[in-house]
């Protein structure tokens, strides 16, 4: 097998393996906004699917990680890869590095809701979200100049994640283009509110 058959085979497979992990996660969400959480079953999500029980785990440790979409690592070894070769200024490559793990904005509602709907699920993400954010401060502090810089553009950036969290959803623009769109806007409002201090 050439080099092109062997890159071709494995880019065949990798979109197999999300496309199944993307069909776990939508019939295991809409069992759970259907049944919830106690009345959804592994083995239902996995009907639904058609795969076996043992394929599930490979993608996911648990119907709520499942629901909630939420990968055991946080970012992919070739997100972090890029982030971790890119030159240039650090926040552009911070928006490309976030918006690899940012799902999209009518998932993020769906999801926003369910967690509210079932307080039982909140335990889980905001396990995840620990992990998340020091697998972010790590890979971050590995490209700035100092902790200081590090810790600034972390706030900045997660800042800047919540605000469009928020935002109507309606703009097509890529996840990372948005992102760093939202985090200019964030520090002309600091510039502009420090340039209003009185003296």
Not at 101 to 122: N, Y
Not at 132 to 148: D, G, H, I, M, T
Request: glycine fraction near 4%; hydrophobic fraction near 45%.
């Amino acid at each position: 097998m050439n080099d092109q058959s062997a890159g071709e085979t494995s880019g065949l497979r990798e979109r197999k393996k999300r496309l199944r992990r993307e069909a776990l996660h939508e019939a295991a969400l809409r069992l759970v906004e259907q049944q919830g959480l106690d009345g959804t079953t592994v083995e239902q999500i996995c009907e639904e699917v058609g795969v076996s029980a043992r394929t599930f785990f490979n993608y996911f440790p648990s119907k709520t990680a499942a629901a909630l979409n939420l990968h055991e690592q946080i970012f992919s070894p070739e997100a972090a890869a890029r982030f971790r070769a890119a030159t240039g200024e650090l926040m552009p490559a911070i928006c490309e590095l976030l918006a690899d793990s940012m799902s999209s904005g009518i998932e993020r509602k769906r999801l926003k809701r369910l967690i509210a709907d079932q307080p039982q699920l909140v335990t889980d993400f905001t396990q995840w979200m620990g992990t998340f954010k020091a697998e972010f401060q790590a890979l971050v502090e590995e490209r700035a100049v100092s902790p200081e810089m590090a810790d600034a553009a972390i706030m900045l950036a997660l800042a800047a994640l919540r605000t469009l969290m928020h935002q109507p959803t309606a703009d097509t623009r890529p996840d990372a283009v948005r992102l760093l769109e939202t985090m200019d806007r964030l520090i002309d409002v600091r510039h502009t509110m420090l340039a209003e201090l009185p003296g």
